[in-house]
């Protein structure tokens, strides 16, 4: 079946520019998730939805970092004022709701550049 | 949420079996562990996960000793397209859907 999808693969735009970064999760999978990666590290939590509850948010960075989900299927991450420390892969998962939950499921990211 | 620690690069060579120990010292009674591959300019993807004892599956054995503070991935006879980064996460799975934190992971490098 499909798996996560994120648009685009590439993005790279002027400092100061807003970036919209978009998700598409599996069908039927209740939880989302948000990470950011820069070259040769770690992923970084960025936010975490699940169902219809609120949004975890404890991971955005600044208030310039925003996230929505909508009819709890496609997610959008929005960059404000874009600044080159911003430049990193954006990584989106997601996961099965279930008693025993489930391993993430990741996208092939969004890199973005910012110049 | 508890903090992995993991090597930070290993080598090997084809053939050989490969094991990767993390360490989560404080791992809760309600985390789990799991053990994702990354591959560059793709995202992780899911190897294995278990509580306790061991856990097998078609491509890693996962050790977990019964004080849980550390695991063992173990990869059966590498090969040079088990080169990628392995990250060691604990979670609380029973949410569905855990809030996680990814270390640094450990990069493997398959030789011939």
């Known amino acids: 079946g499909a798996g996560v999808s994120q648009s685009p693969s590439n993005k790279v735009t002027e400092k100061g520019k807003d970036v919209e970064l978009r998700c598409d999760p599996i069908?039927?999978?209740?939880?989302l998730y948000w990470y950011r990666q820069s070259l040769g590290q770690g992923l970084e939590f960025l936010i975490y939805?699940?169902?219809?509850?609120?949004?975890?948010k404890s991971g955005l960075p600044s208030d310039r970092f925003s996230a929505e989900r909508t009819g709890g299927s496609v997610s959008t991450l929005t960059i404000q004022r874009t600044q080159q420390e911003d430049s990193a892969v954006y990584l989106c998962a997601s996961s099965r709701q279930g008693q025993g939950g489930q391993p993430q499921h990741f996208g092939d990211g969004t890199r973005l550049s910012i110049l | 949420l508890a903090k992995t620690t993991q090597p930070i690069s290993m080598d090997s060579y084809e053939g050989q079996e490969v094991n990767i120990t993390c360490s989560h010292n404080n791992i809760a009674t309600n985390d789990y562990i799991t053990w994702y591959q990354q591959f560059p300019s793709q995202g992780p993807r899911f190897i294995i996960q278990?509580?306790?004892t061991k856990v097998t599956n078609e491509v890693a054995s996962l050790f977990i000793p019964a004080d849980r503070k550390s695991s063992t991935l173990s990869l059966p006879r590498v090969s040079l397209s088990d080169t990628a980064v392995y990250y060691c996460l604990v979670g609380d799975r029973g949410t569905g859907g855990f809030k996680t934190i990814f270390g640094a992971g450990t990069r493997l490098f398959v030789k011939a």
């Open positions: 278990g509580y306790k």
């Open positions: 939805f699940q169902g219809n509850s609120a949004p975890d």
């Open positions: 069908s039927g999978h209740t939880a």
